[in-house]
């Protein structure tokens, strides 16, 4: 399995919500414990990218073995916490060959479907390996080899990762993966997706 860190962007104002969505519960834990643990299982090292309410959960993350960075600029949109999330990788392990980006707000990603991003990834292809829902759409958790991380790193405002995937179509790989891309953006998809559990 390739050792690739994997980045939880978990800085967002939560808008649509209401609250911040790291701290909403799921299965008896918080959301991002759930997350965190999802990503641990994998047996890659973790970042999570905060901002918004990040004094209520850097205590959370104390008992787990991730590291933390904070994005000053969160109110800009999720490109600045992509960009944040790719120097933090950068700094910390200089060697790796790609990072995988995931979303605190997809609940339902497996490790299952992780691991087959990650056995799925060859170094020095300039790959980019995203997950596509049922419908054929494709987003994230994506794979970005290191020929990108520049590009990452200058990623401002709200765009996101697509931006880029979208100008390489050509070395774009899609891995099917059903439903489980559901996001949730409002309380009704929140309760909805809870329920469905």
Avoid at 93 to 104: E, H, Q, Y
Avoid at 154 to 171: C, D, M, P, V, W
Wanted: glycine share 8%.
């Amino acid at each position: 399995m390739n050792n690739i860190p994997i980045v939880l962007l978990a800085a967002g104002a939560s808008l649509r919500m209401g609250q911040s969505k790291p701290l909403l519960r799921w299965g008896g834990q918080s959301l991002i414990e759930h997350q965190l643990n999802t990503l641990l299982s994998t047996g890659n090292p973790v970042v999570v990218v905060l901002g918004n309410q990040a004094e209520n959960i850097i205590p959370i993350l104390h008992d787990l073995p991730v590291k933390f960075t904070i994005n000053e600029n969160w109110e800009q949109g999720m490109g600045t916490s992509i960009a944040a999330g790719v120097k933090f990788v950068d700094q910390l392990f200089p060697d790796c060959k790609a990072v995988l980006i995931t979303l605190i707000d997809q609940p339902l990603i497996t490790t299952d479907h992780l691991n087959t991003l990650l056995a799925d990834f060859e170094p020095g292809d300039q790959q980019i390996i995203v997950s596509q829902a049922e419908l054929g759409w494709q987003g994230v958790p994506v794979i970005f080899d290191r020929f990108y991380f520049k590009e990452l790193s200058e990623l401002s405002g709200k765009q996101g990762a697509k931006t880029i995937f979208r100008n390489y179509i050509h070395q774009v790989k899609a891995i099917a993966c059903g439903d489980i891309l559901e996001d949730m953006d409002t309380p009704a998809q929140y309760i909805k997706l809870r329920n469905d559990q």
